[in-house]
């Protein structure tokens, strides 16, 4: 078993159950959106790691024909995921802020105690 | 490598619609948030709208004479270039969407000024078109990481637009719908990451080429999974559906009817786009479990979300939950794996969109003038908003599929289906939702017309005729297309057939 190999592809999984579980778990919403960019995150590594390649060096063109390159697309890619990541946590914590403003708790359980008792 | 020479003349702007059709909306969005006069904002989006559906309406045509047309994205060749490509089920569905955004932005531009605070206006619509590119640019592009960019795109403007509600609750269920959103759009990009893996290119026919010889690869599975489960997390695919409710239920009641009838209806199309286009019939419905799976959720949620709609006190609540259902006849038909059953389910899709936008837009215009749907507020209304009450009911004959109405047209394909897949079950399991469709139906019905109004209330008028028109069109739409059933049939089976790739 070559398991140290693939010692990021396991770290992917690692972060992504971990930032799954504390979006599930937390109540808190804060602490949901750190669960959710870890999430993104392991992703990010999911790309990164298949665009390597033994060997490779930065994709800048050299003028030495044998040079052997990582795989430029995937990090085009994931910078474009970070970019999406960042906007949705962006938009999030914003509207944490005004849920903040309008109920005054950022705790699940509460928010939903002051909908019910609202009804 | 440099890319050949683009340059757009008059002469040849036809041949860069499929550009135009995602750049406009995407360049007069920052354009509306510096001009700040409302009036002349939506004036703006009401012609963007407008000159999109034009677009729309002739690359369909251009589809139906020439066939496929693939545009390279800045001259950029495919596969390496993006693509974007229209062909007969996709060139509906740019139609579908700019028609329905067409009829609901003269009604949002009334509902909205109650709904949404006035210093927010232009930034709202700047959300709304930047909604209306995603969607568009996922329907029309041929490559599989764009799709992921568009739908973040749509999905982010969507939550934006959701919290623009003065409803506090419109906050939280932003926020819900934000976290079970990113899971799901996450989840199509692992599956297209693994895609990628697998294959090397991210164009959806080179895919398509490349995929038959891997498919004993786990990969392929593993990706199969989380595109479908992300999928069916942004389409409400039940017991996916938690976000919708209260998404639905508390976003302003324009906003609703528009994403109602189109974002889920965008997301069947990407799951279709990868069953059918990327993965193939073959794999998707062979070698996987698929059929078996999608039609016991589909009947699943049929039954459940027409149940929770009948003890529903919240209307916009209650046509949500008969969206989770009505989503449910869409899954059934594609489920049953047959061409009969894919265009059945295609069908519905555009006929569930008319319906539910029409639906939403009654119940905007009562939130206009009640400032609340609240069940037992509606009683008595029948009298006081005649024409209004008249929509609702018009477009609940249709949910139920009553004849003369597309509802009544499109389950009596997926009935048809059913049949032909030998499935008698299926039919059966369509007649009792319905049956379930004609009480919550009723319910509503029997509030506004036989209950006298409530004393402390105060008498509300007819909702203006902004709203009313918009709401008739869709109603017309409804009985118009349920008579003259078969023009949007024949234009659904042949997407099916060229879907399927004429099996």
Request: proline fraction near 4%.
């Amino acid at each position: 078993m070559n398991w140290i190999e693939h010692y990021n592809y396991w770290m992917v999984i690692l972060l992504m159950m971990l930032g799954f579980y504390t979006i599930i778990a937390r109540g808190n919403l804060v602490k949901k959106i750190i669960g959710l960019n870890i999430f993104q995150t392991s992703v990010f590594i999911l790309f990164i790691s298949m665009g390597k390649i033994p060997g490779g060096v930065a994709p800048i063109l050299r003028d030495d024909p044998t040079t052997v390159y990582s795989n430029p697309l995937p990090h085009v890619l994931i910078l474009t995921a970070i970019v999406v990541g960042v906007a949705t946590t962006a938009l999030a914590l914003a509207l944490v802020v005004r849920i903040n403003e309008a109920y005054g708790t950022i705790e699940e359980d509460d928010i939903h105690d002051l909908d019910t008792g609202s009804l | 490598m440099s890319a050949p020479s683009t340059a757009i003349t008059l002469a040849n702007l036809a041949t860069h619609y499929p550009a135009l059709q995602i750049v406009l909306p995407l360049v007069t969005a920052p354009l509306v948030v510096l001009l700040r006069g409302t009036r002349l904002v939506w004036l703006i989006a009401f012609a963007v709208t407008l000159a999109c559906l034009g677009i729309a309406v002739d690359l369909y045509a251009q589809v139906l004479q020439q066939g496929e047309i693939s545009y390279a994205m800045g001259g950029w060749a495919p596969p390496v270039g993006i693509e974007y490509r229209v062909d007969r089920f996709n060139g509906l569905m740019l139609i579908l969407i700019c028609a329905i955004a067409a009829v609901v932005l003269p009604f949002a531009r009334t509902s909205v000024e109650k709904e949404v605070a006035d210093n927010r206006l232009s930034l709202f619509w700047a959300a709304w078109l930047l909604c209306f590119t995603g969607l568009l640019g996922i329907v029309i592009t041929g490559d599989a990481f764009n799709v992921f960019v568009f739908l973040e795109v749509s999905s982010l403007s969507t939550y934006a637009l959701i919290a623009c509600a003065r409803d506090r609750r419109a906050l939280t269920s932003a926020f819900q719908y934000l976290i079970m959103g990113t899971i799901g759009a996450t989840f199509i990009l692992i599956g297209i990451g693994l895609l990628y893996m697998l294959t090397g290119t991210l164009n959806m026919a080179d895919l398509a080429e490349r995929l038959p010889a891997v498919t004993q690869a786990r990969t392929l599975n593993a990706a199969f999974g989380f595109i479908v489960v992300g999928c069916s997390l942004k389409l409400a695919l039940f017991p996916l559906h938690l976000w919708m409710p209260n998404a639905y239920a508390f976003a302003p009641s324009a906003v609703t009817a528009f994403i109602a009838a189109t974002a889920t209806k965008v997301s069947i199309y990407v799951m279709l786009r990868f069953f059918y286009t990327v993965f193939g019939a073959e794999f998707s419905f062979g070698s996987m479990p698929l059929g078996e799976v999608l039609m016991t959720l589909s009947i699943i949620a049929m039954f459940s979300g027409s149940l929770v709609a009948i003890y529903e006190r919240n209307v916009k609540r209650m046509l949500a939950y008969s969206s989770v259902a009505q989503i449910g006849y869409i899954t059934l038909g594609i489920s049953l794996a047959t061409t009969s059953g894919l265009a059945a389910g295609m069908l519905h899709l555009i006929n569930h969109a008319m319906i539910k936008a029409g639906l939403f837009m009654a119940m905007g215009a009562v939130v206009y003038r009640l400032g609340s749907c609240r069940l037992d507020q509606l009683s008595g209304l029948g009298k006081q908003m005649p024409w209004t009450m008249a929509a609702f009911v018009a477009g609940g004959l249709s949910l139920i599929g009553v004849p003369l109405t597309t509802g009544f047209v499109s389950k009596w394909h997926l009935a048809s289906a059913g049949f032909g897949a030998g499935l008698p079950l299926v039919p059966v399991a369509i007649l009792a939702s319905s049956l379930l469709a004609v009480i919550y139906v009723w319910k509503v019905i029997e509030t506004a017309y036989l209950r006298a109004p409530l004393e402390n209330a105060t008498p509300v008028k007819e909702a203006p005729i902004s709203l009313l028109i918009p709401m008739w069109i869709m109603v017309a739409a409804n009985f118009g297309f349920g008579i003259q059933g078969t023009v949007i049939w024949q234009a659904v089976q042949q997407a099916a057939v060229q879907l399927t790739g004429g099996v």
